[in-house]
């Protein structure tokens, strides 16, 4: 199983990838399989990373995220695709009374990453064209640094999280705060001006 970095410090070797709060580096290698012989692959973020992810997605808190899968790589490590499943426990804020609402995510990522060569035929090297057909994604660059196993993840968890949480007590809470606006407004002097104005 090959052996991502454990999000430390940029060290020589990584310090030219982007970084993020959740960062596991792994190279891809042209002896690297795929289909039975893919890369098994697991990772799972610590406090401190998702402390930094719950701040970045606005989330209350950020219990537990992990992901476990394989990585498959083609063409003599010119191409590679990641998929795996993740699983996350995340508490968020109710978009109606702000009170936390805890919910636990599983999800699945696929993700296809490839070397593009852009010198032109002067420069001695093929130019690669990918073509993408319909209702695929493009891929995503292959570097030399490899792929970033934890960023995946995180963007994977980022769209996974429900966009309008909401607590048990929010249809009555809003049903209340209904209550009241309707009877702020009877009384009202603009009510009652509206009201002759009618007549």
């Not at 454990?6 to 970084?19: R, V």
């Not at 919910?103 to 990453?113: C, G, K």
């Not at 490839?114 to 073509?131: D, K």
Request: with cysteine.
């Amino acid at each position: 199983m090959p052996k991502p970095t454990d999000g430390k410090p940029p060290t020589p070797e990584t310090k030219g990838a982007a970084m993020s709060e959740f960062s596991r580096l792994i190279a891809v290698e042209p002896g690297m399989g795929a289909g039975n012989e893919a890369s098994a692959i697991e990772v799972e973020a610590g406090p401190e990373e998702r402390a930094a992810l719950a701040a970045r997605f606005g989330l209350l808190s950020l219990d537990h995220l992990s992901a476990k899968g394989r990585l498959h790589v083609f063409d003599g490590g010119r191409s590679a695709r990641l998929e795996a499943s993740i699983a996350a426990d995340v508490v968020q804020a109710c978009v109606v009374t702000l009170e936390p609402v805890a919910s636990h995510i599983e999800d699945r990522l696929a993700v296809s990453y490839t070397r593009r060569q852009t010198a032109g035929a002067e420069g001695g090297a093929a130019r690669e064209v990918w073509v993408v057909h319909d209702g695929e994604e493009e891929p995503e660059p292959l570097t030399d640094t490899g792929i970033d196993l934890g960023e995946a993840v995180a963007e994977c968890l980022g769209l996974a999280l429900p966009p309008y949480p909401r607590a048990a007590d929010a249809d009555s809470a809003l049903a209340s705060l209904g209550d009241a606006i309707d009877d702020k407004e009877r009384k009202s002097p603009f009510a009652a001006l509206e009201k002759l104005n009618r007549k």
